[in-house]
């Protein structure tokens, strides 16, 4: 094979790589703080990619659907939080079920009002095309994706550990309890961890509607990957879900190329190693 | 636990003796409401007795059924080796991924069953000369059992289920009131006691855990013949969910619940889904419903007001 293969494919599984992270940063923290397993994370994808559709088709302009997406979806997950998922913590088979319920419910919304026909979001005109570097070609896209991930990391971490409210997030991610006895206002950070998710799955469902689509089950597609993302990254770690995202991009790209009948199991086999040397994932410290 | 055989049986006796009544659409809607009880007092050793949500238990269950359509479509092989062969494969699968997964508990326990179920959903929509994949494998024929009467027809077919289906439920009743049972028991109101007391937790919960599986693998190969067709949509993730709502609903740790719970999602979806296309709708709102109003599972709401 080529190396002309092997640049290809290694840029392809960073840039999905880099949409994951978008995905699966925010599950990861929202399971920090709050040790809820989120199914309804992919549906946030989902409906962020239709969302940012029909502000596309209604303004033309990709910035406009990037914003109204992350604020419908942000309102959508602030009231999910506060109205049902709050009273259920700590059992964690009743969050399973509420969160999945949501997801049927969005997802037969979503067939309701868009149909079940497969969409893709135009590009804005500058992201068209491709960069060339040293006689290699790489889609503008797709850069992009990979910026707007780092941006989002870079930005993310800053806010973790340089600032207040960062400093409060992980000391309700390290410890709930004392965080609460010191007077951290938990519930608080809770929810605008789960709606900081929320509007990441938005972004990542704009973004990814412009290279993957936008279509029914979409939300139950991406959201395994998330999953592995957290488990082999690490429950609730930052640097574990870019590592993670990064492993995952690759691994499923490589994967698809090259034993495309195998493709899921070319992830499950490293998952697998990888849980029986850390059974809390990469950065995880259960 | 003498009563409660009791009252199965009478339960069976009186399905038996109902059924030639039936017309045929609420008869295979029974058979159906007997397989998903399988599926669902399977998911209950773990959830309910051992404390170990699985978020992946479709994968076992469509691992059997798989088997039984390949077998049976490509090399014609007989009732019998289906049986086995379902079996067999559901067993092996869920021992190999009962290997990771036991490590983990609670929350990390459903991610990592998920992610599992997954690969197993992977396979089965990619390994297309195996399983051709989304179209999936049709024309499974009704099995023969060297009877003189043809198990094609919705009757004796509904018998040979409702046998299977007796079979499981005692089988997993023996299992649960056993000393091995009782010490899964222990192991979800307390691990660490447990291990205290000399326990070896680890293989409890693996035993569990295969066994689980391959009780599920014997639902999907009734499914399997039932259906007539597999797809991925028998292993994919809302299944393993469904079957979750299933013992929730009924109330875990009772095994006549989560088949008393089974039986109410086949009838409301069947039902449904005649009256309107937005069954997922209604579905995600009995979810929801269910986790708001009866966090115990009717039965164990009904029970509560009991005792």
Known sequence: ?286 | MGRRAIWACLVGALLAIVAPLLPAYPLTLLTQALIAAMLAMSLDLLLGYTGLPSLGHAAYFGVGAYAVAILATGRQVGFAGCLVGGLLAAGITAAVFGLLAIRATGTYFLMITLALGMVIWGLAFRWVSLTQGDNGISGVPRPELGLPWSLSGPLPFFYLTLVAAMVAWALLTLLVTSPFGLGLVGIRESESRMRALGYNVWWHKYLAFVISGTIAGFAGVFWAYYNGFVSPVDTQLVTSVEALLMVALGGPGTLVGPAVGAALIVFLKNFISVYTKRWLLILGAVYIGAILFAPRGLLGALGRGRR
């Open chain 1, 1 to 286: 094979m080529s190396s002309e293969f092997w640049i290809a494919q290694t840029f392809n599984g960073i840039s999905y790589g880099a949409l994951l992270f978008l995905l699966a940063s925010g599950l990861s923290l929202i399971f920090g703080v709050m040790r809820i397993v989120n199914l309804a994370h992919g549906s946030y994808f989902m409906l962020g990619g239709y969302v940012g559709l029909s502000i596309v088709w209604r303004t033309g302009s990709f910035t406009a659907a990037l914003v109204a997406a992350a604020v419908a979806v942000g309102l959508i997950g602030i009231g999910m939080e506060r109205l049902f998922l709050q009273r259920l913590a700590g059992q964690t088979l009743g969050q399973v079920l509420m969160t999945i319920g949501f997801a049927l419910i969005f997802q037969d919304l979503a067939l309701l009002i868009w149909g079940g026909d497969p969409y893709t979001i135009p590009a804005p005109k500058i992201l068209q095309g491709v960069v060339r570097v040293r006689g290699s070609s790489f889609p503008t896209y797709r850069v992009f994706i990979v910026l707007v991930a780092l941006l989002v990391g870079i930005l993310l971490w800053l806010a973790l550990e340089r600032t207040r409210a960062g400093a409060m997030i992980r000391a309700a991610v390290d410890d709930g309890e004392m965080a609460r006895g010191i007077g951290i206002n938990v519930p608080m950070i809770s929810l605008a961890v789960f709606a900081l998710g929320a509007c990441l799955a938005a972004l990542g469902g704009v973004i990814g509607g412009a290279f993957l689509g936008v279509f029914p089950g979409a939300d139950f597609e991406v959201l395994p990957y998330a999953f592995v993302v957290v488990i082999v990254g690490g429950l609730g770690s930052l640097p574990g879900a870019m590592v993670g995202s990064l492993l995952v991009g690759l691994l499923d790209n490589f994967g698809k190329a090259l034993f495309p009948e195998l493709s899921y199991f070319t992830l499950f086999a490293p998952m697998a190693v990888i849980l029986a040397l850390r059974p809390t994932g990469l950065f995880g410290r259960l």
